[in-house]
C-alpha cells in the first residue's frame, strides 16, 4: 500500500510541475524578449546620437618607435645577388 501511494504522490507532484512549467516560462521568456530588446534598440539609439555620420573615432594610438633605438642598428648595405 505505501508504494502505490507513492507512485501517486510522485505522479501527481511531477503533473503539477508540469503545469506549472507550462504557465510560468512562456511568461519568463516574453519577460526576457523584451527585456532584451529594449536594450538593443536603447544601445542602438545611443550610437546614433554619438558620433555623427563619417566622423573617425581612434581608440588606440601605438607608441612611436625611439630614433635612438634605429641609429644603434647600423649602416644599411645594399644586397646583389651573384649568379
Do not use: H
Not at 510541475?17 to 542602438?44: D, E, T, V, W
Amino acid at each position: 500500500m505505501v508504494l502505490i501511494k507513492f507512485i501517486f504522490i510522485t505522479i501527481l507532484v511531477l503533473w503539477l510541475i508540469r503545469m506549472l512549467i507550462r504557465l510560468i516560462l512562456p511568461m519568463l521568456f516574453n519577460n526576457l524578449a523584451s527585456k532584451m530588446q529594449s536594450q538593443a534598440s536603447g544601445q542602438q539609439q545611443q550610437q546614433r546620437r554619438s558620433k555623427p555620420e563619417g566622423s573617425i573615432s581612434i581608440d588606440y594610438m601605438p607608441p612611436k618607435p625611439d630614433q635612438s633605438k634605429t641609429d644603434k642598428l647600423g649602416d644599411f648595405v645594399d644586397y646583389e645577388e651573384i649568379k
